[in-house]
């Protein structure tokens, strides 16, 4: 279900940004599986069918992990790698599961397609926090209860209108296609490493210099160059998506809002954030993944 759902929201425009990164990052897959085919001859580098295949293996490969990463497998796997435990209703943690029922039932009375499996899950925070995950996660910090009752609804009325439009599921998406990309440059990585010791033994074996205080350093420079490269991708593709993230939670806010908790996110939004400035720094708007808190609580309060 998770897979289907993915097919038919990652078409609507406002994925097409996500839909375009995540291409990007299956051909630099493909490409960096061929490069092990190139025999470093790029000059006269020209498709045949072991590149083909090779390219084909790296596409089977990072859709396979995309679509599991969709499966309740892989959701669990993220909640695992993301430190979110299931919270279980005990005596303790009753009121908490009392206002999210409440939520709960409004929220599938008004999204029929939403999952009738949403886990609550905690994870250690002092901030006071919540954000949706795949398809079937909910996650709050562990400072939650430091909202009243009405503020703690409004945050979950919130996260629901993420999980009904499928943003969560692009998330984890997105996650899974940057964690192929991962694999396949730390591939690329060690085989380059194995190549720059065979350069240092071949090389350096009768300078003065030791053999591994040159491949150390040279090695060390390699990782660092790609990582870097690396960091600076997926914060490109972050730059792709901002504002969709941003039209996201203004979509998600009124959602909240057509549950009748708009007044209370509100309030939630006012103690989280008491200051309610305005971004004045274009590397603040530009960098932000949600609005303004005061735009929010504008929209919110609006009648």
Partial sequence: MGIILFFKNIIKPKNWPLLFFILLNLALVAFILIFFDCDFDLKNFAWDMDHIGLALIGIGIYFF???VTLTPIGEAYLRFTNGLKEL??????????ELFDEVYEKAKENSKGLSKKVKLCVYQSDDVNAYALGRTTLAVSSSIMALGDDEIKGILAHEFGHLASCDSLMSAALIASNSVLLLAINLL???????????????????????????????????ALIML???????????????TSRSA??????YAKDLSYGENLANALMQ????????????????????????????????
């Avoid at 279980?88 to 599961?97: N, Q």
């Avoid at 939670?249 to 009124?254: G, L, N, R, S, Y």
């Fill in 272 to 303: 989280i954030d008491p200051s309610i400035s305005l971004k004045s720094s274009l590397a603040q708007i530009i960098t932000s993944s949600h609005p303004d808190t005061a735009k929010r609580i504008e929209r919110l309060l609006a009648q």
């Fill in 65 to 67: 992990l995309l679509f």
């Fill in 189 to 223: 990585k060690y085989f380059v490493l194995f190549f720059l010791f065979l350069i240092c033994i071949i090389f350096y074996s009768l300078a003065k210099v030791r053999v591994e205080d040159r491949r150390y350093s040279l090695c060390s420079l390699f990782s």
């Fill in 88 to 97: 279980y209703r005990t005596p303790d943690t009753a009121k908490l599961y």
């Fill in 229 to 243: 490269v690396y960091t600076l991708w997926v914060l490109i593709g972050k730059l792709f998506m901002l504002k």
């Fill in 249 to 254: 939670e203004f979509k998600a806010d009124k």
